[in-house]
């Protein structure tokens, strides 16, 4: 979905997150959402509560938070760890926008050489411990990776057509070359490269130069083994060979 870039993070947030609340309500799984603090809304939590969604969302700090956690927020005694110095905290809080109050998990990390720690808060409806729900709520950084691999392999922030519609159909064929990538990297990359992200796909393997040389009855194609070995490129073609296989 393209919006215009002068809106709020969550803007339409309904319209999007029904469709795929829809599509798996009769299916008998449990249903996770997470999400960074621009939905950290009353509303959403409702609607999540209603569906029966279990939701971690940063939350901003304000004062009564910090009150909550001052306890944590004295430097540890001690000659500083090299390691940081992680504390959890869960209690329960109530915004003044709130019609509840909710499950609260904070984190407070000691880093050496800092002055002040790094402190975050999450509301949640998650029962596990406070450790989990924070490393649960971490996995959004993961995602963000992917967003981060398309934007920089495929150039799909290039939205510089005249017109609305088709910048956004433009990002829909964006994300489809991005999928193919993705699926060309986990159906048919060697063992020994599958960690290769799709830039170095492009580069490596993809937008790689050859010397074509004709003859009366073939064609050879040939290419430099700076970026991948002969045998390992012929191991690559040979999967891709098997997948035409299968699917015929």
Same mark, same amino acid.
């Not at 997470?34 to 939905?39: L, S």
């Not at 940081?84 to 909710?102: E, G, I, T």
């Given at each position: ?8 993070? !969550?803007? @339409?947030? $309904? ?7 829809? @599509? ?6 449990? $249903? ?11 509303? *959403? ?7 029966? /969604?279990?939701?971690? *969302? ?26 940081? +110095? ?7 809080? %109530?915004?003044?926008?709130? %019609? ?11 880093? %050496? ?15 596990? &411990?406070?450790?989990?729900? +924070? ?9 963000? %990776? ?33 999928? /193919?990538?993705?699926?060309?990297? &986990?159906?048919?990359?060697? @063992? $020994?490269? =599958? ?15 050859? =010397?074509?040389?004709?003859?009366? @009855? ?5 290419? !430099?083994?700076? !970026? *991948? ?20």
């Amino acid at each position: 979905m393209l919006r215009p870039g002068n809106v709020h993070s !969550a803007d @339409r947030w $309904k319209e999007l997150l029904e469709p795929i609340v829809r @599509r798996y309500e009769n299916k008998k799984v449990r $249903k996770y959402f997470r999400g960074d603090a621009a939905f950290a809304k009353p509303e *959403i939590y409702e609607y999540l509560e209603e569906k029966g /969604l279990l939701y971690a *969302i940063r939350l901003s700090a304000n004062d009564v938070l910090y009150d909550e956690i001052k306890h944590l927020l004295s430097r540890p005694v001690g000659r500083p760890s090299r390691k940081p +110095v992680v504390w959890f905290h869960d209690f329960k809080y %109530q915004a003044a926008s709130w %019609q509840k109050k909710r499950r609260v998990v904070a984190k407070v990390e000691w880093h %050496q050489g800092d002055l002040f720690p790094r402190v975050g808060f999450i509301v949640t409806n998650l029962s596990a &411990r406070a450790d989990n729900v +924070v490393k649960f709520y971490n996995g959004r950084g993961i995602a963000e %990776q992917w967003i981060k691999e398309g934007k920089y392999a495929l150039n799909w922030t290039r939205l510089s057509c005249k017109h609305f519609l088709s910048n956004q159909v433009r990002l829909g064929l964006f994300v489809l070359a991005y999928n /193919l990538g993705n699926f060309l990297r &986990r159906l048919v990359l060697p @063992r $020994k490269i =599958k960690h290769w992200s799709l830039r170095s796909l492009l580069v490596k393997l993809i937008k790689i130069g050859a =010397k074509v040389l004709k003859h009366s @009855r073939y064609i050879t194609f040939q290419m !430099a083994e700076v !970026a *991948i070995r002969k045998e390992l490129f012929a191991e690559i073609l040979s999967r891709i060979n098997r997948l035409r296989c299968c699917s015929v």
